[in-house]
T-cell receptor, first 110, second 114 residues
Framework: GQQLNQSPQSMFIQEGEDVSMNCTSS?????WLWYKQDPGEGPVLLIA?????ELTSNGRLTAQFGITRKDSFLNISASIPSDVGIYFC??????????FGKGTKLTVNP | SQTIHQWPATLVQPVGSPLSLECTVE??????LYWYRQAAGRGLQLLFY??????ISSEVPQNLSASRPQDRQFILSSKKLLLSDSGFYLC?????????????FGEGSRLTVL
């Protein structure tokens, strides 16, 4: 079945630093999604990508749909303490189901 | 606008007791509905999904079952809970027949089985 490798598993950064995380897939996806989950809450959709090569921003967040359709990255610029949480990538190929990465846990030191 | 609610938010149950978690979606019709489980704060495991009333697809053989008695209602159940059923359960929905796979999650239900 389809699998997603998300890296890094965790990151410890200083406030103000930029962050980059990525996901790679063993197969082609038609949609890439990025979510953020705060402790004890459900994941919240940050960015949705639908086309290979697409680059989309949401405030300080930028995500790209890889040209091979097998990868995506998420960048966070000038991190702040409230960026803390777990970030998940998710991809959808030809089926009804999304495939999720295992998450990147971000810690921001003030 | 669409909203999704699930309850209870927190549940502590003894081993062998039954379970019922409920999820409802408002503001949309004929959504696809999903139940996920998240263990230890990481990784989302798809348990069940439904594309319509009475239609349930099970992803993982387990001690749980799901039902969809109404268009916007999705219920996760167990007759006898196991210790391994502890976890954070998330209900989610998405619009059917859209090209995107955007999934919207509920607030989650924390289940502790003792």
């Amino acid at each position: 079945g389809q699998q997603l490798n998300q890296s890094p598993q965790s990151m410890f950064i200083q406030e103000g630093e930029d962050v980059s995380m990525n996901c790679t897939s063993s197969s082609i996806f038609n949609t890439w999604l990025w979510y953020k989950q705060d402790p004890g809450e459900g994941p919240v959709l940050l960015i949705a990508l639908y086309k290979a090569g697409e680059l989309t921003s949401n405030g300080r967040l930028t995500a790209q749909f890889g040209i091979t359709r097998k990868d995506s990255f998420l960048n966070i610029s000038a991190s702040i303490p409230s960026d803390v949480g777990i970030y998940f990538c998710a991809g959808q190929g030809g089926s009804e189901k999304l495939v999720f990465g295992k998450g990147t846990k971000l810690t921001v030191n003030p | 606008s669409q909203t999704i609610h699930q309850w209870p938010a927190t549940l502590v149950q003894p081993v062998g007791s039954p379970l019922s978690l409920e999820c409802t979606v408002e503001g949309t019709s004929n959504p696809n509905l999903y139940w996920y489980r998240q263990a230890a704060g990481r990784g989302l495991q798809l348990l069940f999904y439904s594309v319509g009333i009475g239609q349930i697809s099970s992803e993982v053989p387990q001690n749980l079952s799901a039902s969809r008695p109404q268009d916007r209602q999705f219920i996760l159940s167990s007759k006898k809970l196991l210790l391994s059923d502890s976890g954070f359960y998330l209900c989610a929905w998405r619009i059917t027949l859209r090209r995107s796979g955007e999934l919207f999650f509920g607030e989650g239900s924390r289940l502790t089985v003792l």
